[in-house]
């Protein structure tokens, strides 16, 4: 699997020491708050495992799952629900969980299509913000590392649903592409 890795960009220390100091800086604050930490299947799991270990209140967590992308690298444009929460939401602040922004439309439609439900508020944290490539008008309340316009893989971020369980973010060499 990692023959196919041209850099690293982000290591599993970088990582796990931003995602702690995340988790502190969501602890203070939510402090006191009804906090529903929602994670967007699949990308998310890997950061949204370890974050929530990082934050040190009560919480509850539900997910969901969107489709932007399939199977190729490029946005469609095109958000669908392909699980949705399992419960309402008009009790409790909801922190979206991802682990990239890049045109941001699917969180766009994901904050609209939350805040139709009025929860208490809707914040997201993202591990990656692509920020070059953005074409929605959102930024994320909380950012692990912004990031050049290269297509990453590792920690949740897959080429062709594989990668998802490197333990750190890197760029696939060009052969990568060309063998599928
Ligand atoms: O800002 P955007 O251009 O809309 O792209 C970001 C979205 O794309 C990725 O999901 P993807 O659809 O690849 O699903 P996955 O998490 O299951 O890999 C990522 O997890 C975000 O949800
Ligand atoms: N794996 C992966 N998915 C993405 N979705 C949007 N940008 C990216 C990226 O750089 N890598």
Redesign the pocket.
Known sequence: MEEYIAKVLISREELGKRVAELGAEITRDYEGKNLLVLG?????VPFMSDLIREIKLPLAYDFMA????GASTQ?SGVVRILKDLERSVDDVHILII??????????KYLKANLKARNPLSVKVVTLLDKAARRQADVTPDYNGFSIPDEFVVGYGL?FNEEYRNLPYVGVLKQEAYEII
């Open positions: 967007i299947l699949k990308g998310a969107l489709s932007s992308y946005s991802e682990d990239i922004v890049d045109t941001g439309l699917t969180l897959d």
